[in-house]
């Protein structure tokens, strides 16, 4: 077996690439680990074909902890209080669209995930369904193609549109069933010790992936949850608690403050930077999109608890200030920017997110999501829960899911969609 995210010579070459971004000398470093014959090429999808050996993988952990050694200190940032929005009068609908839309735009993305912006593009071109408005379908897409970009391994038998029955398990819904009983069990209280024993006692380490599964390893080898962000972990400022944020808006419409401060106490379990940035983002807009009326104000709603000059605000701008550029020209002008990322850090994600929330519907937002060739099914769970918030989700989209959700957390597993609603409408009425 071949663990990924976790192999001391496959996190290096990630880490090289993380400590460059924060400014760190790693020229002595990287040759030292040339000299003795690891690559330096980031594993893209978490792990080399082969093991390193005992040596080779020594000398990674050593000079991982060097990389470490050299970090600068993160500092948490201070959630601002910014003014609670105005109530709308359709709460309990919005909440239940926001779970369907979060399942839906999840669901769009996962038979792609992995597959980069090019191999979609060709996928979804070939069989006609290019621009991508509907669920995808592997029907019409040529032998040759699949063969050139095979469909996601675990996702095909259950995400193909031919095959949809009911939300199948995945980490993005995960993190939002777990937040939301997070917040059934400690309310405001909740500390990051809460959440990592949640993790340690409800989800399966196999399930959890990049930055989460450096953090799960490093509770179990004793490293304290205040710390378990920053140890070995080259992924603090990718996706992962930007998809596990979305319950904690849910359970305070309009209240983007409250929002974010419980984000915080998730996030930083694993995040730092622009990781953390990202959740505290996704929870505002999260809040926002149950009581504004357009997706492009939720995204800059969310701004107000992030640093204005930081790489996620920064990414938010960029993305919105695509509104009325033609899609190709969009998706070129984010690759360029972004496009040195890899495809699941969280700011070349964020960019796209805030770019496929000024679409005029559901179907053109999440499948701009997707056609953008990054975290697909994670930035099209995001796109999804805003717009479907704010806007709706068409029946096209939330029939197939059945209202029922597969889940590897205990005792959750086909939990009804509306029962996640109503669960999620009875924390915020309680003032959680």
Known sequence: MRLSWVQPEDLLPHQLIQSRSEGVDVADVEARWREAGGATDAPASGATDEPASPELRSLARELMDELDRRATAWQEPAIPDVPVLKSAD?????????????????????????????????????????????????????????????????????????????????????????????????????????????????????????????????????????????????????????????????????????????????????????GVDGALWVAAMSAAALVLD??????????????????????????LALAEVELDEALDALHAEYGDLHWVHAVNNTALTAYALTAPDFATAVGRSVMGGWDTDSAGATVGAVFGAVRGVPAEWSAPLDNRVATSLPGMNQIAIDELAARTVEVARGGA
Not at 128 to 148: C, F, H, K, N, S
């Open 90 to 274: 359709d709460v309990e609908q919005r909440t239940l669209n926001a779970w369907l839309g979060r399942a839906a735009g999840n669901l769009l993305g996962k038979p792609v995930e992995k597959i980069p912006r090019e191999g979609i593009r060709e996928i979804l071109e070939t069989s006609g369904q290019w621009p991508l408005t509907q669920y995808i379908t592997a029907i019409g897409v040529p032998d040759e193609v699949q063969e050139r970009w095979p469909w996601n391994r675990r996702s095909k038998p259950t995400s193909l549109r031919e095959v949809i029955n009911g939300m199948p398990e995945d980490d993005d819904l995960n993190f939002a069933i777990l937040a939301l009983q997070l917040l059934e069990r400690h309310g405001s209280a909740l500390t990051t010790e809460d959440v990592a024993e949640a993790w340690l006692n409800d989800l399966p380490a196999g399930r959890v992936f990049t930055a989460e599964r450096v953090a799960y390893r490093n509770l179990l080898d004793g490293v304290e949850p205040a710390r378990a962000a920053v140890v070995g972990n080259p992924f603090r400022e990718w996706i992962g608690a930007q998809i596990r944020t979305d319950a904690y808006g849910w359970a305070h419409p309009g209240d983007r403050t409250a929002a974010a401060r419980l984000a915080l106490v998730d996030a930083r379990l694993s995040h730092s930077g622009a």
């Open 294 to 319: 357009d997706p492009s104000e939720v995204a800059v709603a969310g701004l107000e608890v992030v640093a204005a000059d930081g790489a996620i605000a920064q990414a938010v701008r960029f993305g």
